[in-house]
């Protein structure tokens, strides 16, 4: 086997879109039907303003609408937090 020095945590970073987002951010990452992960959303201080299980993601999106505009981060459990702009 080829060993490229990526792990595969850095193959499998969080990605989403749009950024920025009005209304439903959407996690296209590939989680597992059977692994059930928890979902942050901290503002720019590192509060948590939501907390979602991934297998309540309806259509792998996110309703984003209450938040404040600003920027956010998204944190997945043994994924990399990624940020996003809430207009």
Request: aromatic content about 6%; proline content about 5%.
């Amino acid at each position: 086997s080829l060993n490229t020095g990526i792990s595969q945590n850095q193959i499998s970073d969080l990605t989403v879109y749009p950024n920025p987002v009005t209304n439903r951010l959407f996690v296209p990452s590939g989680f597992q039907a059977d692994q059930s992960k928890t979902l942050r959303i901290t503002d720019e201080k590192g509060t948590i303003v939501q907390i979602q299980s991934s297998s309540d993601l309806r259509q792998k999106s996110i309703d984003v609408s209450s938040l404040k505009t600003g920027l956010y981060y998204l944190s997945v459990e043994g994924m990399s937090s990624v940020p996003f702009i809430k207009n």
